[in-house]
């Protein structure tokens, strides 16, 4: 649970750190120099977007298809034991070393390319474990073998997921012959001989991936920083979580949103909803083991859509759907029960909950009471006359900010106001000419220095807003390359390099330390 003095920290998708040596994509191993940046200018906590292994074809970090492994692209490809020394360059061909000097170049992430390129690398190093430790069976290998025995629970059905997928061209398991999609035990203990060496590749690389993420974990405390991620409500319908666990999931049901002021006929997200029967029955151990991975990999982590463990949004088809639970009692107790079992599984981290939108009274308080913070974003705290709630009394238990990765960053916030909500944010921040838009520098460190003097334990602020960006990380409601591809201005090692943007980090130094934020 957050306490103690009041922190700040950056909220950072993985993908858009940039490094000298990356290969057009933020690594694992860059998330300890990240943190020592950020600890130098004052900020105490660094929060991730998921990091788990995505189909082919995704980006979003909400399409992963596993709960649970992390994505080969972010492997930090230089620290990997099982290559020598010019593999990369025999494997990747002079083409392929122009290539990746052209991703590293580029101001945006190229999935497929940056996925292609590293892929070929992996499939070599792997080569060469195969050789000289697995066959010759190795302390190596047998580390394997403990790390797969250790994550059975995720990593065997995993592995086995994507050899599978690989042998049917890409598609979804629901596509799979009958015996595979359902799971036949003899037809996978004949799949898990056929498809061996790509199982075992697929538990190499989450090995792998591992070790970088445990390594980098420990890196970024060691400098005093807290590495913070997200936990996504469920998983897709395609993921190996819900080939390996249907029982869990309503496959036959969608998950989405009721009907409301923006659409009369509510969303259909057109992701299974939990089978809430079937998870109590095995007293919500898949969903307590989801929050203890989350620990493992973070010392806090965001609950997606917190609102759905007291009630999912099912619909079936096209027809308006229901709550599930129906009646309000009953939610606001399976609420309570799932998220302390949660918290339970996840000490000591802190868990963190996305309460925004339409949420019942009632869940606050529980979440409250669970000690679980809540989120206060500016420009939609309000008071009943509709103007501004004045971030000082906000409660302490919450996590103040401007924007979520789902939201235009401070700037571009400003220039989409209302003007009544523009003009009640600025009597906030004593700025009596930002009426207007677009802000200039003293208008901006006003508004930070308002969202900074929250008597929330923990303020967030947007990588994009740290270096004064309108970039938006996600635009809901569309597809594109502009979503999910941002990428920093500049190398980490080159950043305080540049003049402004030396500038920017400083002047959030000096914010920080103003508000005692900066520990």
Same mark, same amino acid.
């Given at each position: 649970m957050l306490s103690g003095s009041k922190i700040a920290g950056v909220t950072l998708p993985l993908f858009s750190l940039r490094s000298e040596h990356d290969w057009g994509i933020g690594e694992i191993g860059d998330l300890p120099a990240c943190a020592a940046l950020l600890r130098r200018h004052g900020f105490s906590v660094m929060q991730l977007l998921p990091p788990h292994e995505l189909a082919?074809?995704?980006?979003?970090?909400?399409?992963?298809?596993?709960?649970?492994?992390?994505?080969?692209?972010?492997?930090?490809?230089?620290?990997?034991?099982?290559l020598t020394h010019g593999d990369v360059e025999r494997t990747l061909g002079d083409a392929g070393m122009h290539e990746r000097s052209e991703l590293r170049a580029l101001g945006h992430v190229d999935y497929a390319r940056v996925r292609e390129l590293k892929m070929r690398v992996l499939e070599a190093a792997f080569r060469n474990f195969d050789e000289r430790e697995w066959k010759r069976h190795t302390h190596r290998a047998a580390e394997l073998r403990a790390f797969a025995a250790r994550e059975e629970l995720w990593e065997n059905d995993l592995a086995l997921y994507v050899a599978l997928r690989e042998e049917h061209q890409g598609r979804g398991w629901s596509t799979w012959p009958t015996p595979e999609r359902a799971r036949d035990p003899a037809t996978l203990d004949e799949a898990r001989v056929r498809l061996a060496d790509r199982v075992r590749f697929h538990q190499w690389l989450q090995w792998q991936l591992f070790l970088q993420w445990d390594a980098a974990r420990e890196g970024?405390?060691?400098?005093g920083v807290k590495l913070f991620g997200d936990l996504p409500f469920v998983v897709g319908r395609e993921s190996a979580d819900v080939w390996a666990c249907s029982r869990l999931f309503r496959t036959d049901l969608d998950l989405g949103a009721p009907p409301d002021e923006f659409s009369d006929v509510g969303q259909s997200w057109g992701l299974p909803p939990y089978d809430w029967a079937t998870l109590a /029955?095995?007293?919500? +151990?898949? $969903?307590?083991?989801? /929050?203890?991975?989350? +620990?493992? $990999?973070?010392?806090?982590?965001?609950?997606d859509h917190a609102v759905g463990y007291f009630r999912q949004y099912v619909r079936k088809g096209a027809a308006l759907g229901e709550f599930d639970p129906k009646l309000e009692a009953d939610q606001e107790a399976h609420g309570r029960v799932v998220l302390r079992a949660m918290c339970e599984a996840a000490r000591p981290a802190d868990m963190i909950a996305e309460d925004l939108g339409v949420i019942p009274a009632f869940v606050r308080q529980t979440l409250g009471s669970l000690g679980m913070a809540g989120y206060k974003i500016l420009p939609w705290e309000k008071e009943k006359d509709q103007t501004m709630r004045d971030p000082t009394q906000f409660p302490e238990l919450s996590v103040a900010s401007y924007s979520?990765?789902?939201?235009?960053?401070?700037?571009?916030?400003?220039?989409?106001?209302p003007a009544h909500d523009r003009t009640s944010l600025a009597a906030l921040a004593n700025l009596s000419n930002a009426h207007g838009a677009p802000l200039d520098d003293e208008q901006e460190r006003a508004l930070l220095r308002l969202l900074l003097s929250a008597r929330s334990a923990l303020a967030m602020v947007l990588v994009t807003e740290v270096f004064g960006e309108r970039t938006r990380i996600n635009t809901p409601g569309t597809v594109g390359p502009h979503n999910w591809t941002y990428r920093l201005p500049a190398p980490l090692e080159k950043l305080e390099d540049n003049a402004r943007l030396r500038g920017r980090l400083e002047t959030f130094g000096t914010l920080l330390r103003e508000a005692a934020r900066s520990p």
């Open positions: 082919r074809g995704e980006t979003s970090p909400y399409g992963a298809r596993t709960g649970f492994g992390l994505d080969p692209i972010y492997a930090t490809i230089e620290a990997l034991p099982d970024t405390l060691r400098v /029955a095995e007293q919500h +151990a898949w $969903l307590r083991a989801r /929050a203890a991975h989350a +620990a493992r $990999l973070y010392h806090g982590f965001r609950v979520t990765h789902d939201t235009p960053p401070l700037l571009a916030f400003w220039d989409e106001l």
